[in-house]
């Protein structure tokens, strides 16, 4: 039994998952949006104020008491350090009382382990889409934990440009799914824009030049709110697709993975559905509320590494780390 929290950025989450891999109970918490974006104080303050009741919460709900838990797992980053700090030092203390393995998780391996099942036929080799607030990257998956880096981005992440882009429109932070709301009135092709790093055979991924154009053409006035939303949104999902597919094909892959908040992006769910349908790909796509920043996912990463490594654990002297560099993702800290 498996009780893990996430604090990575400013959504506090609980869950505990059974030895058979059930979902018993999980909770977020999203915190009100400061005016602009995450305060990282404001953020680690309210982690600590919610954690303990979130938790117990969740242990009641799932009928366990904490003496049921075998391993207490909480997301180590990368992230906002002071966020990542009140979360890991929960779960560190909860596991040092209870005298049962911590384990610290990668939270991007978190978010692709929302997909983790233990009958993995017809998964491997898989290509991994991850589009998130923080991070935009392509990885070719062999197995579980064997996950290489294909390509980031190298200025904005994704889910930062529809923020920014949704900021400047007036549509509050984050603004990412009520920019994806309004696209849906609005005419895809209206507002030209650029396709930075555009090539498909390029795993990279540059959103930057993008939202500034977004910014100097809704600075025109000449296009409606729907308009813009709707292009934007189009040049975005048209990146993140080709690249992808134009890598599940080159790999051979069997499946193609897409997880991260943008990953609830209702036009790049249907342009992923039709390309991996196209291609004969199998396509695993996060339930919505499995998108954004949830404990499930990391319940699953630690699941993950427990069914390949019963005695799997991280030091108690394990440290929270603000970015993810390297050409490996590997899912448990050590
Ligand atoms: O994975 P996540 O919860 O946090 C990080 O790890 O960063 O992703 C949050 C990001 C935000 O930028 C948010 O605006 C974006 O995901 N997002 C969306 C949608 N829903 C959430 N972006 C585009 N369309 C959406 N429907
Ligand atoms: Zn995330």
Known sequence: MILAVETSCDDSAAAVLSAEGAVLAQRVFTQPAQSGGVVPEIASRLHM???????????AESGCTLGDITHFAATAGPG??????VGLS???ALAFSSERPF????HLAAHLHIHYERDTEDL??????????GH?????MTGWNDCRLLGCTRDDAAGEAFDKTAKLMGLGFPGGKALDLLAERGDPTAVELPSPMGGAKNPE???S???TAARLAWETGLHSPEDMAASFRARVCGLLVSKTFHQARKLRASSVMAAGGVAANSLLRLRLADEASAAGLRLLLPPLKHATDNAVMVARAARAELDSDPGAISPLSCNAFARWEGDRLVRLCR
């Open 80 to 85: 906002l350090v002071g966020s990542l700090l």
């Open 124 to 133: 491997f080799p898989a290509v991994a889409l991850l589009a998130s607030g």
């Open 205 to 207: 991924f540059s959103f």
């Open 90 to 92: 929960f779960a560190k």
């Open 136 to 140: 935009t990257a392509l990885f070719h």
């Open 103 to 106: 384990l610290g998780i990668n």
């Open 49 to 59: 104020k919610i954690l303990p009741e979130m938790t117990a919460g969740v242990l």
């Open 209 to 211: 030049g993008l939202k």
